[in-house]
Structures are given as structure tokens and as C-alpha cells.
């Protein structure tokens, strides 16, 4: 394919844009009927009849009709002979040599891995319909679907769901005949439907297309749209080859994914305001749409599956797995083709970039051909490497036409143009045009609409003072796969127990010993394989234990081609001819008895921890905007005298500082309304029964960023149309790995305790594997944003090390399993205990076999339960840890810091457990409760740091110097706080690990707290 062929290329996809569409909105929309209540109830065991296949027939004109055009436009294209096909045989065992062949392929990634247990032996998974439960990812019960529906289960959802689809087919019906340059239609279309708030993801989002156990953790949606998406991709492919191959579509597609990346953190770290950072941001996030809208729709070759604050992915063509190694492979899209394609793409993607004037290029790779999302974590690593350079290949910096001034502060590479000033540092300090219009366009944003904040003068608490707080996951370990080990969709046990005999015959795997009892039947037949002599089946595999596992295998006809389907296209294992027969049935054993690592589950993991972010952003909003003064999430409008000059000549969309009543005082003038809105926390200026009248004809001195100090003369003030409230936090990233806010320092406590809350709850049955890490900086509102980013960046990876090297074994203490919940009491590295309680059994009452496992650090089976990877690693039920009992954790941690001065950013940081930060918290109520004032507990602290400081040379003997100190640290503590007995013990004990030094910088030090005066 030369460049030429590549132009021809994008002009062949935009010219078979509608065709692309419709073909991924029939992905959508292929298993639509299992939205409707009676297929749960179907399910359910409740006796009804119900074929989800037949939902078409809801729809008027019928579904062939709508899709008519289709056929007339598109002539060449290899349709079937009803467009009923499509909805009727995607899950067809046998491939079909039409375009359906790919929607067969697709789906059976998407779909049809999660559903190839044989009905009869799976039977013991099903729901019934009192226990209809939605599952998270990771295990948690999220809705009792026909005891308390959603909406689109009620009497009523199903015709407006109908009624909507009809609507969509329509609306794509008569956009298919727009032409090619019309893009922004196409765009609202698919938004409408699938965006973040699209009618159709919501309502595919809240029900089930698998109902058994443990299937019942991947939603219709992820499941339709990962099916459509590969659909879609596919079709494409067909459409770039040379003469392309129908034959077996549904075993042989396969696909790339396509990797989009941008060096999003050098914009951070170059930013000098907030500003800078939340412009940069905007624009960033614009620019990420604008590739979407390419890749999605304009070239309609792919669809997102994964994003975040740098990378986007997307589905891309790939080659057949039977033209790997082919010479000259013509029937799907070729490696060197691909790669034409990509440098395409990429001018495309310049292009954009430039349009937005950035510093640094895009990142374009391809991945190479797969069948299942398993690549794109090696993808997303390759990407962050090369990113981490921001100038990672040649680039031409886009130049504005100011040729004279400093170096601009902000990007380092343009001038900041103009004469001047009558102060060198205020010129030096001016931003570039290009930086300045990010910091307008944010502010026109905020102007528009200005219920958050993009002030940190709003969001400083009462104290001046804010905190960056992060939360993140480690999403590497279960996108890759790796992590889906410790997940059952059986447990050996149970199934040899629910199956005690095998088409007729005894089951002849040990009850006593399964894992390894199963593992050798498997072995039996890997190297002896047996087929069925005559009749139908003759020439296929004959294995009945198998058999019962995978609903494919008795239509297989060779053990390395199951070994392929089974193995090597859902996980990172070694091929079959590096293997022995023994590691073979292990590899075959436990990815029959594992979850699968399917692209829609894939999808649902960082979409739950996207979730899981955006959920707490409104209770976030909550928390910081909870105050006893009215004026805390006020703004005002001011207005000035006219007529007097003395008040004229204010600069439009300026901001003025100064201060009233020893507060900080802050306002933004706008000149089409003539008026100035305050950008500050009103409740340091006013009390709560004050009125905003208080502030008429007070005389505030106020300077803008020039420097130039003059009096503001209030003539008037009310409440800002518009923007008369906010809530006092700015996001500074929302991605499914990090989530980056500001707040009030006064409330990152609480913030971080209903963080810390929600994780134990929706992540209890994977605590160990799927830790939360905690950070927070505390600093003055002046503090330069470069250090607090800086400082940020450093206690993050002090917590986020990776989950593998940070892996520590725990020893069990005790066990008590009661009421459904496992409490195991836990001894960690340090000396310390902490207590897990952890979910042992389903909403219905049954085991939960699927998730809470744990890793045992010997590595030796001794439970019925247990199960061993083919790597070694030994995963045990949390019911069937025994005292003595070693397991290995990734824990989770938190740290703080407080910035006093820009130094503090440099200092070491010694992340804690999670766990600890429920103990500083009670520590410091007991201190507040028993504590006598504050200057006692204040000069308790200051004798143990002092004499700690003293004790702490480099000669000394830690743990000699630890003992001595906790010795005094009771002496000193009786004595100063007046405590004894329990109390005392608690404090000395917290004096002992750490945490009262911790808990008393925190709140003294950071947050100036204050204790309860003694009555």
C-alpha cells in the first residue's frame, strides 16, 4: 500500500461511513431483547416462555425495512439474504460467509466466551428470580433486579426502550444519504445514544446478558459494545483488503488495537498557575474528542475501549490468524498495510494538534493482530514509556507572531511578546498568546457556566489553605489478565459436587483432592486424545469431563487447536510446542475453571473504577460545601460608581487582590456587565447573619497582575446571576487509574474517610489484589502550583509502587466466619494486627466460590478449594485460611504532607497502611476528648520530637532508640495530658508505631485544629 493507496484508504472509509455506522449500531442492538424482564424470569425458573431473539417484532416499520437502504447503497457489500440474520444467528456455532460472519466473530470475543458452559452441568450457577443480582467486576452485589428494577425492567421501559431504537434506525437511515464532509450529524447521532449520558448505554448498562453465576458481572452494555465495536472494526478490515476472505470469519478475525497518546503530564508540570494546568487540560480533552470523532466517526475504522488522562484506545482491523504466515496475505488487512494506514492516521491526528497549537506531539502506534484485549496493557505501558519524553519525535512547535519579549514561563519555547514593563518581573512573568488564550478559554467556560470553580481562592478553607488529594488504583495487573487468575467462574469442588456423574458415567475426578485429581484426567487425555469413531460427530474430540467444561469442545477435532481457543487467545501463556502434556492440561484446568479475560469483562474493570470516581465527586461536593456560614459557596456581584473616575479604567476579565477585614479579598471585573464577581471564600469576609450590604462604600485596596494598587469603591452588591453559587473543589484529573482533586483542607478528612469507606464496600471480596492508594499535600493558598504538583507526584509514587514488587506476607492470627462474612485478624511486616472482614458468601445465601481468594505464600495445596496457576501461585478461600496461615497482600496505603514552604517538596515520605488512617482518626478524638487544652498537647509534642530529633543520630541503634522512646513517651504523656490507665496505654501504643507523631503534625501543624476545653 504506498501513501497514495493510504489517502485512497481514508477516502474509502469515509465513503462507507453510514454502512460502518449501521453496522456498529447492529452491534449495539443484536442482543437488545435480553433488556426486556421476561428473559431474567426466563431465567429465573419462573415457567416463563420468552424468545429475547424475537424482540424485532416490537418494532414498526420491522427491522429489515428500516435497514433496507442499506442493501441499495452499499450493493457490493456481501449482505445476507434477510437483515433478520443478524439478529437471529450471531450466535450461530457454524460461521457465516456474509457480513454476519463478522458480527459472529465479534460477538463470540464480546459475548460468547462468557457462555460456553454446557446448560446441564452449569445449572447449579443459575439465579432464580428473588436472587436476580447485577455484580460488579469485582464481586460486588449492585441490584436485585426483579425485586427492585431499573427502569428499563418496569412495565413501561420496554416500549420506550422500542420506541427510542426505532427513533435511532431512523434517524441513521436518513443521515446515510449526507455527505462525507458532514460530520457533526453522525457525531450527535451516535452521542445521543452511547455517550456518557446516552439513553441507550444507560439503559444496557443496568441489566444482565448472562444470569448465571458468576457471569453475572458483565453488563449487556459492555457486552453489546465491545461485540459492535469489534463488528465494526471487522468490516472495516473487509473493506481495506485486496479481496478480502468470507470463509470462517467467525474463528478467524482478528484485530489490532490502536493506541492514541499525548504527553499530558508535561503540560502539568510546566504549568505556573492552576490556571495554566486547567486551560492545558481543556484544551487536551478537546483535543482527545477531535480523535475521537476521527477514529469513531469521520473514518468510522474502530471505537474507544479504554482512556484515560494520555492514551486512548480504539478496535483497529487486523490480520486473519490464517494469513500469519502467508506471504503475501490478501484477505484481511496485512502488517505493512496496517502500518501505511497508521502513518496516515497519524498526519491526521498532527493536524489536529497543531490546530490547538500544542508543544509536544501525539503518540500513534498499532498493536499487532489479536482476539482479545489482553495486548492492550503491554500497549498502554509501550505508550506511557515513550510519552514519558515529551519531545519523543520530531515536532514542529506551532510559533505565534510575537517575535521579541522573554522566554513565556509557561511553554519555555515561544516569546511573550510586547514592550517591557515598567517592571522586568512582571514581563517575565507575562504568559505567551497561545498560553493565554488556554487560560480565556478556560475562563469563558467558567463564565458560561460557573457552578464549579476554577478558583483556588474559592476553594482555600478558612485557614487559607487547600489540599490535593489522590486516589488511584493499579489497573495494569487486571487489564492485562494477570489478576482474572484469582477469579473462579467454578470452583473444582463444587462443580465435581453439583456433578457427580459425566454422561452417565462417575465423574472420575477426587472430590478429596480436585484441583490435582482434575489436572491429571486432563493430562490423560492430552496425550492420548480420543474421537468419536462414527455418526454425526465422528472425528471430534471424545471427552466427557471436557465436555462438560466447554460447550465448543465436542465440535473440536484436534486437543492444540482447543488448546489455541482456549489458552493462547485469553491470557499471556506459553505456546503448545514450548510445553509439556502436564503444563498443557494446567494451562487447559485453569482457564476453564478462571473467569475469562474477555474483552467486555476488560472493559467493565476500568469502567467500574471510572465509576467508582465519578461517584464520589458529588459526595465530595457534599462534604466541602457543608458549612455553618451561608457565605461559604456564595459569590456576589459588585458593581462601582460610574460617574466617578477614580473608578474607571478597570481591565476587563482581570482579577484584583486585596484584602478586607484581614481576609483575602478577590474579585474578577467584567466589563460587559460592569461589574466585578467575587472569587473568594465569602464566609472569611462575612458572618453568617451578616449581609452582603456590609460591603457598600467600604474602600478595599485592590491590585491586578501588573501590581498597580487602587481603591475599590462597592457601590452596590448582590447575588451573581449565574454563578451566585459553587461548590468549593476543582477537579484536576478523572480517569479510571488516578483521580486528582482540590479541596478545602478543612474537609479532606472527611472526604478521604467516605473514599475509604466506599472502597471497603465495593471492593471487599478483592481487598488484597485491588488496593486503594491515598495521597494528599496540604499547602497555602500562595504556594506556587508547580511545587504542590511536584509534591504531589512524589507521595504518589511513594504509595502507587507496583502492585508485584510491593506484594507482603501476612500471617493469619484468627478467623471467625459468621453471618455470611469472614473476620480475619492479620499480622503485618511491622508488628502491627489489622482486621479484614471480607464477604464469604452471595446475597442468596450460597458460598461466593468466585472471588474472595487469597494468595498463599507457600505455594502447597491443603484445602478442597485451593487452586494453584500454572505459574505456581496457590489461591485459597478466605473461609479456608487456618491460623499460621501466610498469605501475600498488596496493600493498601496512604501519606500526607504538609508544604509549609516549597522545600517541603523534597522531604521523604513514608507511606502507611490504610488501615492506620482509621487509627489517626481515633486517635485524635481521643486526644480532642481527653486532651486537657491545646497548648498541653502542643508541648507533649514538642518534648517528643525534641528528644526524638536528639535520640535519632546516625549512631543509634533504631530499635534501641524506639524502645527508650516509647519509654518516655508515657511519662511524658500522663503528665501533660493528665491521662492514665486505657487511655494513656492507646496513646503510647499510637507513640510506639508512629502514628500519634503522624496524627498530631496532621492536625496541629497542617489543618490548625483544636482540642474540647475540659468542664
Known sequence: MTSLAGQECLGKLREHRPLLLACEAIGWLHMTGKAHPDFLRRHGSTGVLYDEKNWHQSLDPDWSTRLGWLRSRFTTQRWPSTFLEFLQEYDNRDSKNTLVGFLQAGHAMASGVEKNLPTQPSKYLGQDATHMWLASPFGHPIRNLLSDPPEVLTQNGWAGLTARIGALLDGLSELGDSPPSDLEPWWRWRQEAIGPEGWLRQAFMATLAETR???????????????????????????????????????????????????????????????????????????????????????????????????????????????VDSAAPRGSLDDSSAETLRQELEKEIDELAKDRSFETPPLCRLSTSTRSLIPMTAELRGARQTLAVPMHRSWSIPQTDEGQGHVCPVCQVRFNGGPEERHANLSKQRACRVCSERRKGRLDSWLASGNETIWISEVADENDRLALLTLSFDLG????????????????????????????????????????????????????????????????????????????????????????????????APSWDSLTEKDRAHWLAHQLFRKNASPGRIYRFWRTTQRFFDQLLPRFREIASAAPNRWRTRRLALTVNVNDPDQAGWEDRQTYLGSF???????????????????????????????????????????????????????????????GSYAPILVLEQDPERFRILLPLSAVNACIEAAVEKWEQEFSRVWGRMPLRVSAVAFARRTPFQAVVEAARNVEDAVHAPIQEKKEAWRVVETVSRGGMTALSLARPDG????????????????????????????????????????????????????GDRIQIAPARFALLFLESTAGRFEPVRPRYLSDWKRLRSIWSLLRREAPSITALRRAWSILVEVREDWDGPAADPAETRRAWVELARPVLAQCLEVEGAVLETLVDAAASGILELTLDWHLRALKESVEVRR
Open 213 to 323: 453465576l458468576p457471569n453475572n458481572d458483565v453488563t449487556l452494555w459492555d457486552q453489546s459494545y465491545v461485540a459492535a465495536a469489534l463488528f465494526k472494526s471487522a468490516v472495516a478490515g473487509s473493506l481495506l483488503s485486496q479481496n478480502p476472505s468470507w470463509e470462517s470469519l467467525k474463528s478467524q478475525t482478528r484485530w489490532r488495537v490502536l493506541t492514541v497518546g499525548f504527553g499530558t503530564d508535561h503540560y502539568e508540570a510546566r504549568a505556573v498557575r492552576i490556571g495554566d494546568w486547567a486551560g492545558a487540560r481543556r484544551q487536551i480533552e478537546a483535543f482527545f474528542e477531535d480523535i475521537r470523532r476521527l477514529i469513531e466517526v469521520d473514518l468510522a475504522i474502530g471505537s474507544l475501549v479504554f482512556r484515560d488522562n494520555q492514551l486512548l484506545v480504539f478496535t483497529f482491523p487486523g490480520l486473519r490468524f490464517d494469513e
Open 661 to 723: 477585614r484581614g481576609a483575602p479579598f478577590e474579585v474578577l471585573y467584567r466589563s460587559a456587565r460592569r461589574d466585578f464577581v467575587t472569587i473568594c471564600n465569602l464566609s472569611r469576609l462575612l458572618g453568617q447573619e451578616e449581609s452582603e450590604d456590609l460591603l457598600i462604600d467600604q474602600p478595599i485596596e485592590v491590585a491586578g497582575d501588573d501590581g498597580k494598587a487602587r481603591t475599590l469603591q462597592i457601590a452596590s452588591a448582590k447575588t451573581a446571576p449565574g454563578l
Open 832 to 883: 502491627e494486627q489489622e482486621l479484614a472482614v471480607v464477604p464469604a458468601c452471595l446475597p442468596d445465601g450460597r458460598a461466593d466460590v468466585f472471588y474472595p481468594y487469597l494468595e498463599v505464600a507457600d505455594g502447597k495445596l491443603r484445602q478442597p478449594r485451593d487452586f494453584a496457576t500454572p505459574k505456581g501461585i496457590v489461591y485459597r478461600h478466605v473461609a479456608d485460611l487456618a491460623l
Open 477 to 572: 495487573p487486571w487489564l492485562d489478565g494477570s489478576q482474572i487468575d484469582c477469579l473462579r467462574t467454578q470452583n473444582v469442588r463444587e462443580w465435581r459436587r453439583h456433578n457427580p456423574t459425566l454422561n452417565g458415567t462417575d465423574n472420575p475426578v477426587d472430590i478429596h483432592r480436585p484441583h490435582d485429581s482434575i489436572v491429571e484426567e486432563i493430562e490423560r487425555f492430552v496425550r492420548n486424545p480420543v474421537t468419536v469413531r462414527s455418526g454425526k460427530r465422528s472425528g471430534k474430540l471424545d471427552n466427557p469431563l471436557l465436555a462438560s467444561l466447554n460447550e465448543g469442545f465436542s465440535w473440536e477435532d484436534d486437543i492444540q487447536a482447543f488448546f489455541q481457543k482456549i489458552v493462547e487467545d485469553r491470557s499471556d
